[in-house]
């Protein structure tokens, strides 16, 4: 069965480095997007990408974050400048067609600030 | 905003009980319901969805029924297992937007 592949699954990183997270989308869909859960907070949206750019982006979503598609297969969230609070679960997603179909998501990367 | 509200874990059960997770919502307009669920060590999995008010959404034994006069969306099955044990999360999608607002989440543990 087809499925979104995240890496790595657990990232320590020092804070002001810039970090990128990876996601391998399921091949023929659309739409992709990240999330992230604070430990003890609710699963937050941050992004969605279709067609090579940003559609839709929260207030989390500021200039210090950036996503790419660098090829035909992965999608990736940069964090340029990390903070302690950028400490969480990120999710990657994707679907076939936006709002209408189910978003399928990976397993996470669990990022730690220190 | 557009927000959900479940309720808190974790959640301890016996093989067999009845399981209720209880999850509210504020939105404006219709939204569409899910419930998702996470295995350990897996990402998000949809497990049931209603799009318009009085839908009742069910897989796998579970179901949720949309009440727009109370805007909830609670989980229920009637006879959990020990393979049931997972995080389950309520979300909601506005038309015209991708994104889903989700609740916190809620750990279920089912014991033998």
């Known amino acids: 069965e087809p499925e979104v592949t995240q890496t790595p699954s657990h990232q320590v990183t020092q804070m002001g480095q810039e970090v990128i997270l990876r996601c391998v989308p399921i091949s023929n869909h659309l739409y992709f997007y990240w999330y992230r859960q604070i430990l003890g907070q609710k699963v937050e949206f941050l992004v969605s990408f279709y067609n090579n750019e940003i559609s839709e982006k929260s207030e989390i979503f500021d200039d210090q974050f950036s996503v790419e598609r660098p090829d035909g297969s992965n999608f990736t969230l940069k964090i340029r400048s990390t903070k302690l609070e950028d400490s969480a679960m990120y999710f990657c997603?994707?679907?076939?067609?936006?709002?209408?179909?189910?978003?399928?998501f990976g397993q996470g990367t669990r990022l730690t600030v220190v | 905003g557009d927000s959900v509200t479940q309720m808190e874990g974790p959640v301890t059960l016996s093989e067999e009980a009845f399981l209720t997770i209880n999850c509210t919502y504020t939105?404006?307009?219709?939204?569409?319901l899910f419930w998702y669920v996470q295995y350990p060590g897996e990402g998000l999995q949809l497990l049931l969805k209603a799009t318009k008010a009085d839908d009742k959404g069910s897989n796998k034994g579970f179901e949720a029924t949309y009440r727009k006069e109370t805007t909830s969306f609670h989980l229920e099955k009637g006879s959990v297992q020990v393979s049931d044990s997972a995080v389950y999360f309520c979300?909601?999608?506005?038309?015209?937007?991708?994104?889903?607002?989700f609740g916190k989440g809620t750990k279920l543990t089912v014991n033998p």
């Open positions: 979300a909601l999608s506005q038309g015209g937007s991708e994104k889903l607002v």
């Open positions: 997603a994707s679907s076939l067609d936006g709002e209408y179909t189910e978003a399928f």
């Open positions: 939105a404006t307009g219709y939204p569409s």
